[in-house]
């Protein structure tokens, strides 16, 4: 639609009501857009974003005259409508245009697990370690899980909970492990894959499985970065060693460039001319479904290359590790000068953008 409107008509207005609840019935975010059918080379169309603190609905039109700006069509791309001054733009463009989108990479990402029945295939520590005493074998099917909540920049809040990973796709026979037949049996009729009111959504996969096949299960098992599917802050878990498996409530990527796209990921400059092309939800959330990932451009780096992100990226982990809440910012604000000096970014530009991401 945003080709359509670029190359076909001629914009004239773009009024924009992001965060204001315009319909009571609907939450969603709302914008006016108005165009004519004739095709200008070059063009100005007039935007406002109408803040919500200060709208004055009752003098509609002297407000909007008192905000309004005006844009010039051209500056506008198919990826993505951003609003921003020309200075902005042009950091943006020259980042996106030294990347290459993330599909046309050698990467994997796909979303986490679903269960069906949380209560019954999702334990605390306790639990697990109980499991394991009344039979040791159940300790081989129990995994560390993170859901979307524990996820953190570049290591996560983990809470001790452990997935019963019965893929479908890994065959197990529930009879070689007896701990956590009689745990799931436990919980009666909703273990039950029918359909019906109170038990799981009806599938083809045996009742102690998960919901979902899961054929990607090994790569839970490779080094890999995972986000939430919906997040304020962008974090980015890098986890190289420690197995986790995560809900559906996000996703992991898998890439032999891990310390690169990581740190990248990461870092302010990413923040910055990437934030917004993910789409904003209410209260400034922002969802990173894969499709919208996709079509991010990243430059790639050669394995020689991605070795000073490498030492910086092990030492965060490191240093994180043995203390979570030690300060790591002289670190990462080394990724983000590295960053800026691979983007040719000059002392201008990024003095707005450490201004403007904190």
């Not at 524990?150 to 009879?175: C, E, R, V």
Request: proline share 4%; with cysteine.
């Amino acid at each position: 639609m945003r080709s359509y409107l670029l190359n076909k008509t001629t914009l004239t207005h773009f009024i924009d009501f992001s965060g204001i609840p315009v319909f009571d019935e609907a939450t969603v975010d709302a914008a006016i857009i108005g165009f004519e059918k004739k095709v200008s080379s070059q063009s100005n169309f007039v935007y406002a974003n109408i803040p919500k603190e200060t709208i004055d609905i009752q003098q509609f039109k002297v407000f909007l005259n008192s905000i309004k700006v005006d844009f010039k069509q051209e500056d506008l791309t198919e990826n993505i409508w951003a609003f921003e001054s020309s200075q902005v733009l042009k950091i943006k463009g020259k980042v996106e245009s030294l990347g290459v989108p993330l599909k046309d990479w050698d990467i994997k990402i796909n979303y986490g697990i679903k269960t069906g029945l949380n209560q019954a295939f999702v334990i605390d520590g306790t639990t697990k370690n109980d499991l394991i005493a009344k039979d040791s074998k159940s300790a081989e099917i129990l995994k560390p899980l993170l859901r979307g909540r524990d996820i953190q920049k570049w290591l996560p809040d983990y809470q001790d909970l452990w997935l019963i990973a019965t893929f479908p796709s890994k065959s197990y026979n529930i009879d070689d492990f007896p701990a956590i037949k009689d745990h799931l049996l436990s919980f009666g009729k909703a273990i039950e894959q029918t359909g019906e009111k109170g038990t799981r959504k009806k599938t083809t996969n045996k009742w102690f499985e998960t919901q979902d096949n899961i054929a990607y299960w090994q790569n839970f098992e490779n080094p890999k970065i995972i986000y939430p599917n919906m997040t304020k802050f962008l974090p980015f878990v890098i986890d190289l060693n420690d197995g986790f498996l995560h809900n559906d409530k996000s996703f992991h990527l898998v890439t032999d460039r891990i310390y690169w796209l990581g740190a990248f990921l990461n870092s302010k400059l990413f923040d910055y001319c990437f934030r917004d092309n993910f789409p904003e939800l209410l209260g400034g959330t922002r969802e990173l479904r894969k499709v919208f990932f996709d079509k991010i451009p990243v430059k790639q780096l050669s394995e020689i290359e991605e070795l000073p992100f490498k030492d910086l990226v092990l030492n965060i982990l490191k240093v994180k590790k043995e203390n979570p809440s030690e300060d790591t910012t002289a670190l990462e604000a080394e990724i983000d000068q590295l960053v800026y000096q691979l983007y040719d970014l000059t002392p201008e530009e990024i003095e707005i953008i450490e201004s403007e991401v904190r």
